[in-house]
């Protein structure tokens, strides 16, 4: 995600524990490793004063951000809280929020948030609002790019927790790509397997160093990566309207034109919803990912826009879809 949100929720300053306008101090509670390069940091308020469901609001809008500084530089840095796991109360009321942060070696933030020992002073400062789910959607393709997965279950969260009951409920299809299997350990495809390509995306975007390619081991539940064990228990709340595809770099597996249109196309043959609402295709990860799929965002008048549509998406049919990159 950006550093800029796209809308700031109100807050009053003096009581919340959180604020759009003002960073205010969390601590560290816990990092659980998820892979080599990546944890989940808990956090949660220092503040006495806690307002039991803070986030609600800003839950029922979509995606959103909080910003976390750097005090040594004085930067910040925007990340996607996770949707609390489960229907843990604990997260409505003491204000907790978890995220899913990687070690980028060049990463100012990332690099200090990862050097940080448990019981640490964090700032924040939000939420931001960054894209507001229309009512009215019936289906999501989301694309998701190693640590663009958080916003996806974000998605997942408002559409089938915090606006349940609310008309028909959306299908998601999420497609999630990882440079390595680790990050996604014992995700398995809940379609066709897909045929290998000698084509690595991850390799493609970034320039990285060929790896051998992998066979995914088997896996038993107790050894899924924790997103994974996130996303099986959406699969499992939600029965057939949650989807997931998993696509690892090192495996030689990619999201290429042919899935996407496969996906799409699916849609149209099973899909007498897709007359009942919009249907999105929603874009998340690191801008060479988001540029591969959707061309990259642009400036205007000192505020980042979607800028124009480009990259694989533009190459195939995807009329009746409209395309967010996040």
């Known amino acids: 995600m950006g550093s800029v949100g796209f809308g700031l929720v109100k807050q009053n300053s003096a009581a919340s524990a959180i604020d759009p306008t003002t960073f205010k101090s969390f601590t560290l509670e816990s990092k659980e490793r998820v892979s080599s390069t990546s944890s989940i940091f808990t956090l949660s308020p220092t503040s006495k004063v806690i307002e039991a469901g803070i986030y609600d609001e800003t839950w029922q809008k979509g995606v959103w951000s909080v910003q976390i500084k750097q005090p040594q530089l004085q930067i910040a840095r925007a990340y996607t809280p996770l949707p609390p796991p489960g229907n843990d109360d604990e997260y409505q009321i003491t204000g907790k929020l978890s995220f ?12 200090y948030l990862h050097r940080l020992p448990q019981g640490a002073t964090i700032d924040l400062r939000g ?13 999501v393709v989301f694309l998701a790019g190693g640590t663009g997965i958080a916003p996806a279950l974000q998605v997942a969260h408002t559409l ?33 397997s897909r045929p290998p390509s000698r084509l690595k995306l991850w390799s493609n975007i970034f320039a990285l160093k060929r790896e051998t390619s992998v ?24 029965s057939d309207l949650v989807r997931v595809e998993y696509f690892v770099d090192e495996e030689q597996t990619i999201i290429s034109d042919a899935v996407l249109k ?6 149209i043959a099973t899909s007498e919803r897709s007359l009942l609402g919009r249907k999105l295709i929603l874009v998340s ?3 060479g990912f988001i540029e591969h799929f959707a061309g990259s965002k ?9 800028g124009p549509l480009k990259g694989l998406l ?9 395309i967010c990159k996040l």
């Open 160 to 192: 089938y927790e915090t606006r349940k009951g609310r008309g028909v409920p959306p299908k998601i299809h999420i497609l999630w790509a990882n440079r390595r299997r680790e990050d996604c350990e014992g995700g398995a495809n809940d379609t066709t």
């Open 262 to 267: 496969d996906v799409l196309q699916s849609s």
């Open 314 to 322: 533009s190459q195939i049919d995807h009329a009746g879809w409209e």
């Open 215 to 238: 066979k995914p081991a088997v896996i038993e539940q107790s050894d899924l990566s924790p997103m994974v064990l996130r996303l099986e228990g959406l699969k499992k709340s939600q």
């Open 285 to 287: 990860g690191p801008d």
């Open 100 to 111: 899913l942060i990687r070690q980028d070696p060049k990463g100012e933030v990332s690099g």
């Open 298 to 306: 642009a400036w205007q008048n000192g505020k980042e826009v979607q």
């Open 127 to 139: 939420p931001q609002v960054e894209y507001r789910i229309p009512d009215d959607v019936t289906e």
